[in-house]
């Protein structure tokens, strides 16, 4: 069956940089290549919120937060997404959570996640 599996995050000094990595494998009604990919975090006591999405084509979509400091990339060929994440910041010290989305658009809410990976941490001191 499908998973998702998180790697890449870490403890790092606000400034600094980390690039997450997400392997996909096994078998999904969909296609790894014609998803959705995501995104998304949760820091202590809060929601799950949306950080990046990159579609079929694609396309990307950031949250505010984040536009201008993080890149979402994907290699189809090896089924795997990645999040390059500059300039950190305390506030983005969370759990880093890879998804795959129902379809092939993006929507940066965590209901248009049909699989989730386990989740990363990322956490930046001051």
């Known amino acids: 069956q499908a998973q998702l599996v998180e790697s890449g995050g870490g403890s790092v000094q606000a400034g600094g940089s980390l690039r997450l990595s997400c392997a996909a494998s096994g078998y999904s009604f969909y296609s790894y290549s014609v998803r959705c990919m995501a995104w998304f975090r949760q820091a202590p006591g809060k929601e799950r919120e949306g950080v990046a999405g990159i579609d079929s084509a694609g396309g990307t979509l950031y949250a505010d937060s984040v536009k201008g400091r993080f890149t979402i990339s994907r290699d189809n060929a090896k089924n795997t997404l990645y999040l390059q994440m500059n300039s950190l910041k305390p506030e983005d010290t969370a759990i880093y959570y890879c998804?795959?989305?129902?379809?092939?658009?993006?929507?940066?809410?965590?209901?248009?996640?049909?699989?989730w990976g386990q989740g990363t941490q990322v956490t930046v001191s001051s």
């Open positions: 998804a795959r989305a129902y379809g092939s658009n993006c929507i940066l809410s965590p209901p248009s996640a049909e699989y």
